[in-house]
Every structure is written in C-alpha cells, then in structure tokens.
T-cell receptor
Framework: DGGITQSPKYLFRKEGQNVTLSCEQN?????MYWYRQDPGQGLRLIYY???????QKGDIAEGYSVSREKKESFPLTVTSAQKNPTAFYLC?????????????????FGQGTRLTVV | KNEVEQSPQNLTAQEGEFITINCSYS?????LHWLQQHPGGGIVSLFMLSSGKKKHGRLIATINIQEKHSSLHITASHPRDSAVYICAVEDYGGSQGNLIFGKGTKLSVKP
C-alpha cells in the first residue's frame, strides 16, 4: 500500500545533540513537507521541497536542516541550534503539477514523530 | 491575526448528537482540507473541498467560497469520533500544496 512512513514514533535526545527524523513516501509525490506542532498551536511549516535536490525554508526553519537526495525521502535534522526542539513533527507529501485553479492539491500525512529533548 | 480560525476550540457531545465544527479563513484559497488527528498524533485527511459539499458516511463538509467559511458536520456522533479536527487551507498565492492550518477543534464524544 502507498503511504508515508515516519520513524521513529517517539524519540528522546539529550540537549545539545543533533537528531534526524526520517520521512519516506512511496506515493511518487514530488512535494514533501515538514511541519511542527506545539500544544495549542496549529501546524507550522519548517521546510518544504517540491523537487529532488531542491528545498525551501518555511515559517520556522531556524535550527533545522533538510536534504532531498531522493524523491522518496526527506529527512529532517533538528540541530542543537533549535532552542525549543521538544515538539510533535509531521511529514506530508503531495503531487505537484496536477493542481489547477480551484482544484487544490491533496496532501497525505505521516503518523508523526514526537521528539522530547531532556 | 490567524489566517485560519476554527470554532469551537473544544467540544463535548453525547453519543448520537449532531456536531458542527466551523472554519473561517482570510486568504484566497485553491482548496480547503478537513483533517482528523487521533490522540497518537497521526493525521488523516477527511475531505478536500474547493466548492459546494462533500459527504463520506456520517461526515459532511461544506464550503462557502464567497463567505470564506467551511463547516464539518458529524451526524449520529460516536465515541470513536473523538479526535482533534483540523481545518487547513491551500493559499492560492502560496506554494503549491502547502497548507495553512487552524489550531484544531478537540472533540470528545461521551457514551
């Protein structure tokens, strides 16, 4: 079955350590996204990529880095520069190029990774 | 000001009740999504709308583009409907496929 897989579901790290969250999709989607969710807030965009080897900063990119070496994979690294890394991280993907006026783009979501920094 | 506003923030209902969750937005959109997030955190896409009305089982979603408003209705609610329901819009002027999210409505259905 096609879908998006995030791993691990729960992740614990010591303060000051970098950590990489995995996101893999087998939907043949061009676009992939990373969002962060904090209690009481809507999901906020960290980074997105619309094509392999290209990615763009979202609203809260500071302290994060990404790579897009393969279409299927869009790993997110939470660096030690991220001041408040404890959060729920969600990966999503969508087809790019088929969206037309008033049709929108259907998005698919992973199950999320809950990162706790201690 | 948030570009996507949902109401109510929290909703408690008795099993069998008809439920309505509202979403208002301030940007021009190409589509609006209703998403369901379960306690474990995973998100499921319920609907994608650009006009009119859609129905899946006990769920109905409507959108009024002129009024920039959408509603999600649940008929004959059940405890398994308990979840956070999130409205998200695809900004017409933004990156294709990127979504602007509301803060969610936490629904609890009591047996």
């Amino acid at each position: 079955d096609g879908g998006i897989t995030q791993s691990p579901k729960y992740l614990f790290r010591k303060e000051g350590q970098n950590v990489t969250l995995s996101c893999e999709q087998n939907l043949n989607h061009d676009a992939m996204y990373w969002y962060r969710q904090d209690p009481g807030q809507g999901l906020r965009l960290i980074y997105y990529s619309q094509i392999v080897n290209d990615f763009q900063k979202g609203d809260i990119a500071e302290g994060y880095s990404v790579s897009r070496e393969k279409k299927e994979s869009f790993p997110l690294t939470v660096t030690s520069a991220q001041k408040n890394p404890t959060a729920f991280y969600l990966c999503a993907s969508s087809i790019v190029g088929v969206s037309s006026l008033n049709l929108g783009t259907e998005a698919f979501f992973g199950q999320g990774t809950r990162l706790t920094v201690v | 000001k948030n570009e996507v506003e949902q109401s109510p923030q929290n909703l408690t209902a008795q099993e069998g009740e008809f439920i309505t969750i509202n979403c208002s937005y301030s940007v021009g959109i190409s589509a609006l999504h209703w998403l369901q997030q379960h306690p474990g955190g995973g998100i499921v896409s319920l609907f994608m709308l650009s006009s009119g009305k859609k129905k899946h089982g006990r769920l109905i979603a409507t959108i009024n583009i002129q009024e920039k408003h959408s509603s999600l209705h649940i008929t004959a609610s059940h405890p398994r409907d308990s979840a956070v329901y999130i409205c998200a819009v695809e900004d017409y002027g933004g990156s294709q496929g990127n979504l602007i999210f509301g803060k969610g409505t936490k629904l609890s259905v009591k047996p």
